[in-house]
C-alpha cells in the first residue's frame, strides 16, 4: 500500500512538473514572438528611401523628443502608423481566423474563404462606383462604413444560420463559400459599369493596401482587439474542450450554441473593422492558426496569443516585402499573402485528404 501511494505521488509530482514546463514553453514562445514582432516593426519603418539607421529609429520610438523634424515626420506621421496598422490588423485576422477554425472544426475556414472579405468588397464597390452610403453622415468615412456594415451583415447573416435547427459546421462553411461567389459576383458587375478611375480604385481596395493607415484607425484596431481578445482568453477552457468534438464539450458543461454564437459575433467584429480599413487581405486568418497549432498544439491559452502574434508576424513582413521587392514601389499586401497562402492553402487540403483516406 506504500508502495502504491509512493508511485502515485511521483506520477503526480511528474505531471506537475511537465505541465510548468509546457506552461513555461508557452510563455517563452509568446514572448519570443513579441520580440521579433518588436524588431519587424522597426525594420518596417527604415525600409524605404530615407536611409534610417535600426538604432538611431528604436531610439527615436522609444524617446520622440529625440526626433529631428524629418525624423518626426517619417517616422511617427507616416511609417509607424503603418507599421503598427500591419501589426494590429495581422492580429486581428490571426485571432478571427484561430476562432473560425475552432468553432466550426473545419482547418480551412477563415474570413476571407468565409466570404466576410468579399462582402466588404462589396460594400466598398457600392460607395465607389454607384456613391451609396448605407450609414448617413459618415462624410468621408462612407467608402470604410459601407465596407464595415456589409461584411457585419453578412456575419448576421451567417449568425442566423447557426439558429436554424440542425445546421453543421461543415453546412456554415457552405454557406460562406456561396456568400463569398455571391458577393464576387455582384462586385463584377459594379466593376462592368464603372469608370476606369472608379476601377482602380476598386482594384486598389481588392487587391489590400496599407496606405490608409492612420493613428485613430490604429486607435480602434487597438481597441477592438483588447475587448474580443480578453473575452476569448477568458473562454479558453470551453473553446479547447470545444475541439474534442461537440458531445464531449457539451459533457463537460459546455453550452455549444451559445459559445459558437458568441465568439462568431466576436470573430464578425474583429474581420469587419480589419476588412474595412486595409482592404481584403487573403491568407492571413487561414495560416497564422495553423502555424501557432504546429507549434503549441490546441491549448487555447498557448494558441490564441500565438495566433495573434503569428498573424502580426506574416502582416508585418508582407508590409516588408511589399516596399522591398522593387526600390520605389509600394505593392499592395494582398497580393503578397495571396502568394504565401495559397501553397499553403493547396498542402492543407491535401493533409485534410490523406487524413479522410486513412
Known sequence: MTDQTTSAGLNAAALVMAYKRRSLRRVGLVAGAVIVMMCLVVLDIITGPANLSFGRTLAVILDPSLASPKEQVIIWQLRLPVALMAVTVGAMLGVAGAEMQTILNNPLADPFTLGLSS??????????????SVVPGVGGLFVTANAFVLAMLTSG????????????????????????????????????????????????????????????????????????????????????????????????????????????????????????????????????????????????????????????????GTSIASKAITPGIVYPIGMITSLIGIPFFILLILGQRKRHWQ
Open 119 to 132: 462582402a466588404a468588397s462589396f460594400g466598398a464597390a457600392l460607395a465607389i462606383v454607384l456613391g451609396w
Open 157 to 316: 447573416c451567417l449568425f442566423l444560420f447557426t439558429r436554424l435547427r440542425g445546421v453543421t459546421p461543415e453546412a456554415m462553411i457552405l454557406v460562406g463559400i456561396a456568400m463569398l461567389f455571391t458577393f464576387n459576383a455582384l462586385l463584377a458587375f459594379l466593376q462592368y459599369g464603372a469608370s476606369e478611375l472608379q476601377l482602380a480604385q476598386l482594384i486598389f481596395w481588392q487587391l489590400g493596401s496599407l496606405a490608409r493607415a492612420s493613428w485613430a484607425k490604429v486607435g480602434v484596431c487597438i481597441a477592438v482587439l483588447l475587448i474580443v481578445l480578453p473575452y476569448f482568453m477568458s473562454r479558453s477552457w470551453a473553446l479547447t474542450a470545444l475541439r474534442m468534438g461537440e458531445e464531449k464539450a457539451a459533457a463537460l458543461g459546455v453550452n455549444v450554441s451559445l459559445l459558437r454564437m458568441s465568439v462568431l459575433a466576436g470573430v464578425s467584429l474583429l474581420s469587419a473593422v480589419a476588412v474595412s480599413f486595409v482592404g481584403a487581405v487573403a491568407f492571413v486568418g487561414l495560416v497564422g492558426p495553423h502555424i501557432a497549432r504546429m507549434i503549441v498544439g490546441e491549448d487555447q491559452r498557448g494558441f490564441l496569443p500565438l495566433s495573434a502574434l503569428c498573424g502580426a508576424l506574416i502582416m508585418s
